[in-house]
């Protein structure tokens, strides 16, 4: 069997230019170098705000850090766990880490960073980006003509 090499053409490049200019930066800052899985999330844009939420289950609150700086929000959760067991003949010792950092590029100055929030429950991290005044859609206007 031969194996043919595919020229991408123009078609893949229209599609890296699409996605690479999309609501949120999804470039490489957004995958881990080690390989390790990364939570699934969800990215909604409304006339008023931007939405996201990150699927992580078993973790709290206080394992997260968010912030957002530069129009960039960061969204990272560093976790230890460590459990020890001791009997008279033997000493078992169990320990995991989960870490994982993700960053999202909002475009131009849309967000008022004064009014975002987030909240963790069953499971979901949700962050909630409001929009400024400025940039929120205006209702058309009916324009009387004299």
Excluded: H
Aim: net charge negative; no cysteine.
């Amino acid at each position: 069997m031969t194996l043919a090499r595919r020229n991408e053409g123009y078609f893949p490049s229209f599609i890296d230019r699409f996605f690479n200019n999309d609501l949120m930066d999804w470039g490489t800052s957004n995958f881990s170098s080690t390989n390790t899985s990364l939570p699934a999330v969800n990215v909604k844009e409304t006339d008023d705000d931007y939405f996201i939420e990150v699927a992580a289950p078993g973790m709290s609150k206080k394992d997260f850090n968010v912030n957002f700086q530069n129009n960039v929000l960061t969204i990272s959760s560093e976790k230890k766990n460590e459990k020890e067991e001791k009997e008279d003949s033997y000493t078992r010792k169990e320990f995991s880490y989960q870490s994982f950092q993700r960053s999202f590029t909002v475009p131009g100055n849309d967000v008022d960073s004064d009014k975002i929030s987030a909240s963790y429950e069953n499971g979901i991290l949700k962050i909630k980006l409001p929009k400024r005044e400025e940039v929120k859609p205006k209702p058309a206007r009916e324009i009387k003509i004299s």
